[in-house]
């Protein structure tokens, strides 16, 4: 004898999982869901958006406001300045020099020429010494000045004395400056 | 009627679901990112404003004080003049030969076309190619970025140059009025580098007569600068950022222009005519 049984509650075995009525409620639920959802993310990227374009509306009108003409004055006199420490960078100072250089001419020789061109950075001059002996002492003398890099000795001759006697040695010597030599 | 009713029972919820699916997937999902980006977006542009807005702070701050600054102003615009102004210089020039005993015997200015230096507008060797060069002095060097100017190589934007003359200036005096009128030369209340000098001792010409004159031959550069209406945009952040002013310069210019003279002291401590 075979005996059945039923083990399904005798209520749940006529109610079906999802009606008619619940299933479309669920259906208009759900798409209702969705579509707020959409409006409402649509709502909000909208009120960032306007948001973001006064924003924006601010950031180009304070740039305005710096970059105009409120500022610049400033601007310029910032520019002047820092174009004026580069000029004063390359001022050179010559009366310092020719006081330091002085020192550097024993008594027997003396200038006749003196050139210098920023271009060349170099020195040159030329003058009379009483004799070769005290031109060789003078390029020695120049060439332990601290400012000059080098120290050329381009030519010399002999000079008869004139009506006043100031005969001698005439000399050319050109100096190579170091750069910071005449600027402070 | 009975099984079509039960078919769209059937059918109407997954049928839902799915077009919900795909209104998301299509619709919400890019809405949704794209409001995510709006929204960072707003923060860091707001970010950006409240910046900007403390920039503009500082600078106007910075205003309040420039328009104190009285005494700096004049003393940076006499050493860096909006124009050329050669009239002015040479009659400082003259005012300073006089003190120091020299006589001027010629004065010559022309524009300078081109420079060692690495701010002048046409420097030599190098970096800049400026059309403001070229033109009228109402142009300005500054006009930044758009003034039509290019830098090769990307060293340096026109403006940040100057403009200048060249000056060459012939004077007779003898070597303390020479020296002396070189130590004058160094604080003027315009900016001027010497270029050049050539010193030869008796001007006179006649050979075998010596006297104490010496001419002096001195290359002069003055500069100056138009007035910038728009400003390079470093110089904009520079400020913006609460830098403030080079203040340093103005130091410096203060102890050139403003030094005590001291008459060079000639032969008291080893130093000597070497004219002589």
Not at chain 1, 74 to 90: A, C, G, H, P, S
Not at chain 2, 242 to 261: A, C, Q, T
């Amino acid at each position: 004898m075979v005996t059945n049984i039923n083990l399904v509650a005798p209520e749940s075995e006529n109610k079906s999982p999802l009606t008619g009525k619940s299933a479309l409620t669920f259906s208009i639920l759900l798409i209702v869901v969705v579509f707020l959802a959409y409006g409402a993310i649509l709502y909000f990227g909208n009120s960032y958006s306007k948001q973001n374009s006064e924003v924006q509306r601010s950031i180009t009108q304070e740039k305005a406001k710096m970059a105009g003409q409120t500022y610049s004055d400033l601007y310029d006199f910032q520019e002047r300045l820092i174009l004026l420490d580069k000029v004063t960078n390359d001022h050179a100072y010559w009366d310092r020099f020719f006081r330091d250089f002085s020192r550097y001419f024993i008594p027997e020789v003396r200038l006749t020429d003196f050139s210098f061109d920023e271009k060349e950075g170099i020195l040159d001059v030329k003058g009379i010494a009483a004799n070769f002996e005290m031109l060789s002492r003078e390029v020695i003398l120049l060439k332990s000045y601290p400012g000059s890099e080098s120290v050329e000795f381009k030519n010399s001759s002999e000079k008869t004395s004139g009506e006043n006697g100031q005969g001698g040695v005439e000399f050319d010597v050109t100096v190579k400056l170091n750069d910071s030599v005449l600027k402070k | 009627m009975v099984n079509k009713i039960t078919g769209i029972k059937v059918l109407i919820v997954p049928v839902t679901v799915g077009i919900s699916l795909l209104v998301s997937i299509l619709f919400v999902k890019p809405a949704f990112d794209d409001m995510q980006t709006q929204r960072k977006k707003r923060s860091e542009i707001e970010k950006q404003l409240t910046d900007l807005e403390g920039q503009n702070k500082k600078l106007s701050e910075l205003k309040a004080k420039w328009d104190s600054m009285a005494d700096d102003k004049s003393l940076v615009e006499g050493a860096l003049p909006n124009d050329a102004s050669m009239d002015s210089y040479i009659y400082e020039l003259n005012e300073r030969a006089s003190r120091s005993g020299i006589l001027i015997n010629s004065v010559s200015a022309k524009e300078k076309t081109s420079g060692l230096e690495d701010y002048f507008c046409g420097k030599e060797k190098g970096a800049i190619v400026s059309s403001a060069n070229s033109s009228s002095d109402d142009e300005s060097s500054g006009n930044g970025a758009g003034s039509g100017s290019k830098a090769v190589g990307g060293i340096q934007p026109s403006s940040s140059c100057v403009k200048g003359y060249s000056l060459d200036l012939v004077v007779t005096g003898n070597w303390e009025q020479i020296v002396n009128f070189f130590k004058y030369l160094e604080d003027t209340n315009r900016m001027a580098n010497i270029s050049s000098i050539a010193i030869k001792s008796n001007p006179s010409g006649q050979p075998g007569e010596s006297n104490d004159l010496l001419s002096t031959t001195i290359g002069l550069s003055v500069f100056y600068r138009a007035k910038s209406e728009v400003s390079n945009s470093s110089i904009i952040s520079s400020l913006a950022s609460g830098e403030g002013f080079e203040e340093n310069v103005i130091k410096k210019l203060n102890n050139i222009v403003f030094s005590p003279y001291v008459a060079p002291s000639i032969s008291e401590s080893g130093e000597r005519n070497i004219f002589k």
